[in-house]
Nanobody, 121 residues
Framework: QVQIVESGGGLVQPGGSLRLSCAAT????????MGWYRQPPGRQRQLVAL?????????ADSVKGRFTITGDFTQSKTTITLQMDSLKPEDTAVYYC?????????????WGQGTQVTVSS
């Protein structure tokens, strides 16, 4: 059974930092695109950053230079970390971890429950 569990959200002042962590178990995710998405209030879910087991990364333009995604892919657990620096009020959102294996087979797309990040003074 796949489990995707996020942690590390909270309230931070503008200019501050937070680190989000995602623990993915139940499958070997080395062929998955692992990523963080966010959903601001009243808006659609949007990509923040992606990482692969080969080390490739991709970032939304709005977070380039401020956020860093890393992945630790093992047979027993995959951990995806999102280091968020120089946070802005517009970064406020629910952040979701995603494991996308749809290039392997249908239905292989898994989400965590989300963690709230609020940037406010």
């Amino acid at each position: 059974q796949v489990q995707i569990v996020e942690s590390g959200g909270g309230l931070v002042q503008p200019g501050g930092s937070l680190r989000l962590s995602c623990a993915a178990t139940g499958k070997i995710f080395t062929r998955y695109n692992m990523g963080w998405y966010r959903q601001p209030p009243g808006r659609q879910r949007q990509l923040v950053a992606l990482v692969t087991s080969g080390g490739s990364t991709n970032y939304a333009d709005s977070v380039k230079g401020r956020f860093t995604i890393t992945g630790d892919f093992t047979q027993s657990k995959t951990t995806i970390t999102l280091q968020m620096d120089s946070l802005k009020p517009e970064d406020t959102a629910v952040y979701y971890c995603n494991a996308d294996g749809r290039r392997i087979g249908p239905g292989l797309n898994f989400w965590g429950q989300g963690t709230q990040v609020t940037v406010s003074s």
